[in-house]
């Protein structure tokens, strides 16, 4: 369980990207400015779900319509 990005691009920020982040790990994302880490979790936390490809979040799809649903749950 955790979040699942597959093939995720967001405008020309970052196009492409697959990130696996397990449940009960510390992650961190590192680069350098302006290659879309505050973008990231933007998306993650629902404040933009302006992207193309797929978020998954414990195995459920993120999208606009099942966003307050998913994260009643984590």
């Known amino acids: ?14 196009k492409n990207i697959e990130i696996t982040i397990d449940q009960k790990n510390i992650t961190s ?3 350098k400015n302006g290659m879309g880490k505050t973008r990231l979790l933007d998306i993650i936390f629902g404040l933009d779900l302006n992207f193309e490809g797929e978020i998954k979040i414990d195995n459920r799809k993120l999208n606009n319509k ?4 998913l994260f009643t749950h984590l």
């Open 1 to 14: 369980m955790g979040i699942k990005f597959v093939n995720v691009s967001y405008k020309n920020i970052f």
């Open 29 to 31: 994302i590192v680069s």
């Open 66 to 69: 099942n966003f307050t649903t």
